[in-house]
């Protein structure tokens, strides 16, 4: 049973810092890859942030949070997060934990489509104000 929890959201000032974990249970072994997603306002569809693989610990992130946002995976703590410094107005978003199981067919993690994930987080909050 894969179950995640993200924490650590919150409201901050352009430029600053946040620190986003997802609680990721059952996840980490059973999962290729744990990746975060991000919902702004008025979106229609969760945008793909950064996505860590499993077995290498391998990263990919967009293009829009390249050197300000790092993922992270704990495999004992069963837990991702991501680091994120220098923000803007535009990463106020809701921000999603997905997984996508071993074995799943379709695009690759890398590509972070949502389609490709299985299991998602309820979210959390986070708000930059200018």
């Known amino acids: 049973q894969v179950q995640l929890v993200e924490s650590g959201g919150g409201s901050v000032q352009t430029g600053g810092s946040l620190k986003l974990s997802c609680a990721a249970s059952?996840?980490?072994?059973?999962?290729?890859?744990l990746a975060w997603f991000r919902q702004g306002p008025g979106k229609e569809r969760p945008e793909g942030v950064a996505?860590?693989?499993?077995?290498?610990?391998?990263?990919y992130y967009a293009d829009s949070v390249k050197a300000r946002f790092t993922i992270s995976l704990d495999i004992v703590n069963n837990t991702v997060d991501l680091k994120m410094n220098s923000l803007k107005p535009e990463d106020t978003a809701m921000y999603f934990c997905?997984?996508?199981?071993?074995?799943?067919?379709?695009?690759?993690?890398?590509?972070?489509?949502?389609?490709?994930?299985?299991?998602w987080g309820q979210g959390t909050r986070v708000t930059v104000s200018s």
């Open positions: 997905a997984a996508r199981p071993k074995g799943h067919l379709g695009s690759p993690c890398y590509t972070l489509v949502p389609e490709a994930f299985s299991y």
């Open positions: 996505v860590i693989y499993t077995t290498y610990g391998r990263t």
């Open positions: 059952g996840a980490t072994s059973s999962s290729a890859c």
